[in-house]
Nanobody, 121 residues
Framework: HVQLVESGGGSVQAGGSLRLTCVVT???????MAWFRQTPGKQREGVAS????????RYNPSIEGQFTISRDNAKNTLYLQMDSLKPEDTATYYC????????????????WGQGTQVTVS
């Protein structure tokens, strides 16, 4: 049984940084992991994904070069380093896992965390 718990969200001024953490319970070493974000009234948007080995990453073009996804399989932890934050990055951020593909479509992911709020002013 896979459970995902995010942390690290908060309020930050524009230009600041945050690092989100997602601790995973269950064996997800062979899973693709990803971060998504969502604002009220909008669809959930894929931010970044990382393959099970941690080698292959994929980013939404809107945040490429600004955010960095990484994982530590020994610690069962997924990270999202967010730099140069902008007000439009304000959203609830979710981590997700799936065992089949590693894209940025939310319908590909079977397991989800509860979300952590990021507010940039």
């Amino acid at each position: 049984h896979v459970q995902l718990v995010e942390s690290g969200g908060g309020s930050v001024q524009a230009g600041g940084s945050l690092r989100l953490t997602c601790v995973v319970t269950g064996n997800t070493r062979d899973y693709c992991m990803a971060w998504f974000r969502q604002t009220p009234g909008k669809q959930r948007e894929g931010v970044a994904s990382i393959a099970d080995s941690g080698g292959a990453t994929r980013y939404n073009p809107s945040i490429e070069g600004q955010f960095t996804i990484s994982r530590d399989n020994a610690k069962n932890t997924l990270y999202l380093q967010m730099d140069s934050l902008k007000p439009e990055d304000t959203a609830t951020y979710y981590c997700a896992a799936n065992s089949f593909t590693c894209g940025l479509g939310s319908d590909q992911y079977a397991f989800w965390g509860q979300g952590t709020q990021v507010t940039v002013s």
